[in-house]
């Protein structure tokens, strides 16, 4: 029986270019990997262009193709998570509906799978992002790689092969706002690397804004480090003491020179606000904390479901 692999692809207003990823995928299978069945999971988070329509046409003609379109739009991280634990493959694979993870190199990661590995990563060489975003993106990767409890990998956004021994072991985890890039350390498993390079975006825009990856960046740092909180209860330390060293400087230098050294409201202002500042970043800081915890408590689910196409 030859093994079943599943390829899940999120989709959010790819209509440019859906098509266009079923036929790589399915031309992939048939030149060149003819000893493997496969199952092509689209889950579509509430497009509002024609992307459902043209899934549902193809899905008629390829009984393969299997379409998850969610109830509302439920976040780049939780949909393409939620599709692949619906996934019945022996391996599951997620392929981007803008092909900017390259099918190509789906044989070089299964030619390591049969070596053993349960899990294939694909790490990417170049990238095609603008210079901005590129030097931020790197710049979180070494701050979170240093602070994280975690195993954080460079370069990595999740393309790559998972065994169905991991998917199983990620199964019985509920986590509301999955980081699955640090969830794929985080679980464990023997783990190979496949390089590539990241080919430009042919249709469309990407769906992640700057506020999209600034919110990603506060789940991977309130989820897989305690150094924010620290740094917060060590701030606090210092500026106390630094305070009451300079209140008592200031209360001997008054002492010694009572009329040359005028009480002042300017440094008694600065000093508030600059004690304001920092109690409001703290809070900030316990509030993605406690809204994480919330998230948790609630157990809500990570995707509703308005239907499913193709699947038994």
Same mark, same amino acid.
């Given at each position: ?226 150094? +924010? %909180?620290? !740094?917060? #209860?060590?701030?606090? $330390?210092?500026?106390? &003491? =630094? ?6 400087? @200031? ?15 300017? +440094? %008694?202002? !600065?000093? #508030?606000?600059?004690? $304001?500042?920092?109690? &409001? =970043? ?6 993605? @904390? ?23």
């Amino acid at each position: 029986m030859k093994p079943l692999i599943s390829i899940v692809t999120p989709c959010y207003n790819e209509e440019a270019g859906i098509g266009e990823c079923y036929q790589a995928v399915r031309r992939l299978f048939e030149a060149r990997l003819p000893e493997y069945d496969h199952e092509h999971i689209f889950i579509d988070n509430c497009s509002t262009d024609k992307t459902v329509a043209i899934l549902k046409e193809i899905a008629t003609r390829d009984g393969q193709v299997k379409i998850i379109v969610n109830a509302r739009n439920f976040g780049a991280q939780r949909s393409p998570y939620y599709a692949m634990l619906q996934a019945r493959g022996d391996l599951v694979i997620p392929v981007l509906a803008d092909l900017q993870t390259p099918p190509a190199i789906i044989p070089e990661m299964l030619a390591r799978w049969r070596e053993g590995f349960k899990v294939v990563i694909a790490v990417h060489r170049t990238s095609r992002e603008g210079i901005l975003i590129s030097n931020i993106r790197r710049l979180f990767y070494a701050l979170i790689k240093r602070i994280s409890n975690v195993e954080q990998i460079s370069n990595f956004f999740g393309y790559g092969l998972y065994d169905r021994q991991f998917i199983e072991a990620m199964r019985p985890l509920y986590d509301p706002e999955p980081y699955f890039r640090g969830l794929v350390a985080e679980i464990g498993f023997a783990r190979a690397i496949v390089e590539y390079d990241q080919p430009i975006r042919k249709h469309g825009r990407s769906r992640h804004s700057l506020s999209d990856l600034i919110d990603l960046a506060f789940v991977a740092l309130s989820t897989y480090s305690k150094a +924010p %909180m620290r !740094l917060m #209860t060590m701030t606090g $330390g210092v500026v106390a &003491l =630094l305070s009451a060293l300079g209140g008592c400087v @200031y209360f001997v230098l008054k002492l010694v020179y009572w009329s040359s050294i005028p009480i002042g409201i300017t +440094p %008694m202002l !600065l000093a #508030t606000l600059f004690l $304001g500042a920092i109690q &409001l =970043l703290a809070l900030g800081l316990v509030g993605e @904390y406690v809204a994480l915890l919330l998230a948790y408590a609630r157990r809500f689910p990570i995707v509703i479901e308005k239907e499913r196409v193709n699947f038994d």
